[in-house]
């Protein structure tokens, strides 16, 4: 079993930035695909970034290329999402996740199999 917590999500200004982490237990996170989602009020969870085990692979959502970058730090089993020049329209709550099975990403959530609660993200215009 996986668990996963976020933490980081707060109320910023547009154009601000915040920095979102999420912690993994286990002792094979280094193995996994992690994942970062949103989902707004009334829409779907949608992709946002993911990363592959070694660091060395990431994909982004068209809509976040170039703001966002993703990251981890298999030693501390955390996975970071720093979010610079943030819009209204990235409001939503956000969440990890983790994906043990595959060896590409992919940003289908029905993929990963474990997901964190979710943190908070506002952006004020």
């Known amino acids: 079993q996986v668990q996963l917590v976020e933490s980081g999500g707060g109320l910023v200004q547009a154009g601000g930035s915040l920095r979102l982490s999420c912690a993994a237990s286990?002792?094979?996170?280094?193995?996994?695909?992690m994942g970062w989602f949103r989902q707004a009020p009334g829409k779907e969870r949608e992709f946002v970034a993911a990363?592959?085990?070694?660091?060395?692979?990431?994909l982004y959502a068209e809509s976040v290329e170039g703001r966002f970058t993703v990251s981890r730090d298999n030693a501390k089993n955390t996975v970071y999402l720093q979010m610079n020049s943030l819009k209204p329209e990235d409001t939503a709550v956000y969440y990890c996740?983790?994906?043990?099975?595959?060896?590409?990403?992919?940003?289908?959530?029905?993929?990963?199999?474990?997901w964190g609660q979710g943190t908070q993200v506002t952006v004020s215009s």
């Open positions: 996740a983790a994906d043990s099975q595959s060896w590409m990403i992919y940003t289908t959530p029905r993929v990963y199999e474990y």
């Open positions: 286990g002792r094979t996170f280094s193995r996994y695909i």
């Open positions: 990363i592959k085990w070694s660091g060395g692979s990431t």
